[in-house]
């Protein structure tokens, strides 16, 4: 199995900090590309950030300069260091991912976790 497991949330007062992991364990070749969702309660889930296998990023507009995505290759892992949060930022945060898996390094999706808590208080 293929699995990706997010942590790091929890509780901060609007202006903190928080880093979230993504950690991808299983059969893995390599990894694509790692991306961080989130949905807060009543709406869909968006994309926060991805980053592709060679470091290039992309932001949601709403945390551009606030959030930052970043992956270890070694370790399978993305992390997702969250600055500045807003009560807005208030959601459960999912990571997916992109990868080469199994003996025989196929392509595939691995969907999200099951996500980490991130709430922010005015």
């Known amino acids: 199995q293929v699995q990706l497991v997010e942590s790091g949330g929890g509780l901060v007062q609007a202006g903190g900090s928080l880093r979230l992991s993504c950690a991808a364990s299983g059969s893995i070749c390599s990894i694509s590309a790692m991306g961080w969702y989130r949905q807060a309660p009543g709406k869909q889930r968006e994309l926060v950030a991805r980053i592709t296998s060679d470091g290039s990023a992309n932001y949601a507009d709403s945390v551009k300069g606030r959030f930052t995505i970043s992956r270890d290759n070694a370790k399978n892992t993305a992390y997702l260091q969250m600055n500045i949060l807003k009560p807005d930022d208030t959601a459960v945060y999912y990571c997916?991912?992109?990868?080469?898996?199994?003996?025989?390094?196929?392509?595939?999706?691995?969907?999200w976790g099951q996500g980490t808590q991130v709430t922010v208080s005015s």
């Open positions: 997916n991912a992109d990868a080469f898996v199994g003996r025989s390094c196929y392509y595939r999706y691995i969907d």
